[in-house]
Nanobody, 122 residues
Framework: QVQLVESGGGLVQAGGSLRLSCAAS????MGWFRQASGKEREFVAA????????RYADSVKGRSTISRDEAKNTVSLQTNSLKPEDTAVYYC???????????????????WGQGTQVTVSS
């Protein structure tokens, strides 16, 4: 069982930056999904268990950087140039697979955090 503890989130103005962090109880594939009001959950970014492979959604590519601290077993998502359309509940996710492949479907991730709200004002 992997437990995820999220931190970060909040209200930020458009054009600003935000950093989300997530601590895991095991060394796993980790990433972030988000769900805006009235929309389906969508993949944002993830990093594989070794940190050697990352994947980003087109909507955040170039603006977001996902990184992991192996010593602390945490994953952070730094997003710059935030847009109102980035407003959503962000979920930290994890899965125990140890491959280079990073899935983007929510069903591929066995563990989910409680979610943290990110609101970008225009």
């Amino acid at each position: 069982q992997v437990q995820l503890v999220e931190s970060g989130g909040g209200l930020v103005q458009a054009g600003g930056s935000l950093r989300l962090s997530c601590a895991a109880s095991g060394r796993t594939l980790m990433g972030w999904f988000r769900q805006a009001s009235g929309k389906e959950r969508e993949f944002v970014a993830a990093v594989n268990w070794s940190g050697g492979s990352t994947r980003y959604a087109d909507s955040v590519k170039g603006r977001s950087t996902i990184s992991r601290d192996e010593a602390k077993n945490t994953v952070s998502l730094q997003t710059n140039s935030l847009k109102p359309e980035d407003t959503a509940v962000y979920y930290c996710v994890a899965d125990s697979r140890r491959t280079l492949y990073i899935p983007t479907h929510p069903k591929e991730y066995a563990y989910w955090g409680q979610g943290t709200q990110v609101t970008v004002s225009s």
